[in-house]
């Protein structure tokens, strides 16, 4: 008895005896650009900010998304006036295009071990990210020029969490208290302008960092303890505006002692400004399920920072 061929296999003539589907009942294959596009705009829940992180247009980030959503033939995210959220079908695509693109990276290791491929995530107190770290990244980057570096600076990266926004991070942690591997140790101090006095006005004027700052806790809890009147007079996000500000006078503020240069002098005790905790400057890293990448790069930070447990050199800015 003969059964009728099956429409959808074909025998390809260039391979005797090999079978495929034909082209018609082929499965639309998924472009890992389009899946890395809707992946960051989960991320951020913003078409806006997910153009920024692939360094795209906002329009190219909507039409590839809208491109998805017709390749695929489902809705992927619900669009609302002041949201965006992911659909049923949206978080399952999400989950595979993870793995895809994991799937993606992993091949290129195996089969060019010289080379990695991928994104990183560092967050780093402003010192090292201004100061420290450009060098160390342009060596790092002409060792793997097809690694995307991206830094956020200053206190406002410690509210990224690890894992989804941040891979690494470099930040001030109390000391002794750090899983990760200390680059250095400091100690918190109390500065004031050495040419302009103000340590006479009450309350006391303080020149802060952001919200999020292991100096600027430190600095009001320490005046609350002690009962002396405070006000913030001044907020910058960047360390080195806010040590100007001390030093035209503006007010006093809390700093490393390493930062400690002319124009600036040291608050004491017997002027009523008590003494401030030591502190670590750590690297940690999202722990397991760790990138390739962000693996490299931990590493190689180590290697460059860090020497039998010492410190390859104390930067001296804030």
Known sequence: MEFPADPAVTENPAIPGNKCRSTSARTPLLELDLLRTLIAVNTHLSFTEA???L???QA???????RLEEL???????RGKRSLRLTGDGEILVEYGKRMLALNDEAFATIRPDQIVGAVRLGAVTHYAIH??????AEFSARYPAVRIEVLAGVSFREAPFGTELDLAIALEPAGTTTGTILER???IWVSSAQHPTLTVSPVALAVLPEGSLL???AIESLEHHGKPWRIAYISANATAMLSAIKAGLAVGVARASSLTDGLRELTPEEGFPTLPVFDITLTDSGPGLGRVAVALRDFLRQKLVWNGETQGSPTSP
Request: charged residues 25%; without cysteine.
């Open 51 to 53: 153009a920024h992180e």
């Open 55 to 57: 360094s795209k247009t």
């Open 60 to 66: 190219a980030v909507s039409m590839q998304i809208r």
């Open 72 to 78: 695929t033939g489902v809705t992927l995210f619900d």
């Open 132 to 137: 420290v770290l450009p060098p160390l990244l």
């Open 186 to 188: 400091d100690r918190a």
């Open 216 to 218: 600027r806790k430190w």
